[in-house]
């Protein structure tokens, strides 16, 4: 799918701890544009993204995305 190893692991992230706040994506320990990460893996139909107020976004997998990490998981058995 031509998916970087951050953006995996931000799957991966995310298939642990659910939806969460963007700015706990940002402070995980990547050094990178998190926004673009966000962005590629959006229109890769992987994450979703709300916005429950002005100043909040929260991000979580999409079925393909919790479909997509069971793969992932599968070749790392």
């Known amino acids: 799918?031509?998916?970087?190893?951050?953006a995996e692991y931000i799957i991966g992230v995310l298939?642990?701890?659910?939806?969460?706040?963007?700015?706990?994506?940002?402070?995980?320990?990547?050094?990178y544009?998190?926004?673009a990460l966000i962005k590629s893996l959006m229109d890769k139909g992987l994450v979703s993204m709300r916005r429950p107020d002005d100043k909040m976004k929260l991000v979580k997998l999409t079925d393909y995305g919790r479909e997509?990490?069971?793969?992932?998981?599968g070749l790392y058995k």
């Open 68 to 73: 997509y990490l069971e793969q992932v998981k």
């Open 15 to 31: 298939g642990d701890e659910g939806e969460v706040k963007l700015s706990y994506l940002r402070h995980i320990g990547l050094n």
């Open 1 to 6: 799918m031509g998916i970087s190893w951050r």
């Open 33 to 35: 544009d998190i926004r």
